[in-house]
């Protein structure tokens, strides 16, 4: 059982930054969706099990960042000029065994935890 704790949303300005974080019980593959309202939970990046393989979603692409701390089992999430479509709730995912230390996992299906959510709102 791997137990997720997030933090970080708020609201900001278009163009601004904010930065979310995962805090894992254990060293897993780690991701962040997030689900606009009347919308399905889309991928937004995701990080392998040792943090040295990435995967960033072509929408946030350039502007989001993953990135992992292994000692503290806790994934970031630095998402920068914010746009008012980015606007959702955001949730950290976890999977419980992995192929490879270096394997990144996209896909909702494929993560067993998640966390509770953080909202992030961004006005024009």
């Known amino acids: 059982q791997v137990q997720l704790v997030e933090s970080g949303g708020g609201s900001v300005q278009t163009g601004g930054s904010l930065t979310l974080s995962c805090a894992a019980s254990?060293?897993?593959?780690m991701g962040w969706f997030r689900q606009a309202p009347g919308k399905g939970r889309e991928f937004v990046a995701a990080t392998s099990r040792s943090g040295g393989d990435t995967a960033i979603a072509d929408s946030v692409k350039g502007r989001f960042t993953i990135s992992r701390n292994n000692a503290k089992n806790t994934v970031y999430l630095k998402m920068n000029n914010l746009k008012p479509e980015d606007t959702a709730v955001y949730y950290c995912?976890?999977?419980?065994?992995?192929?490879?230390?270096?394997?990144?996992?996209?896909?909702?299906?494929?993560?067993?935890?998640w966390g509770q959510g953080t909202q992030v709102t961004v006005s024009s």
């Open positions: 254990g060293r897993t593959p």
């Open positions: 995912a976890a999977r419980s065994r992995t192929l490879s230390v270096s394997y990144v996992y996209k896909l909702e299906a494929e993560y067993d935890y």
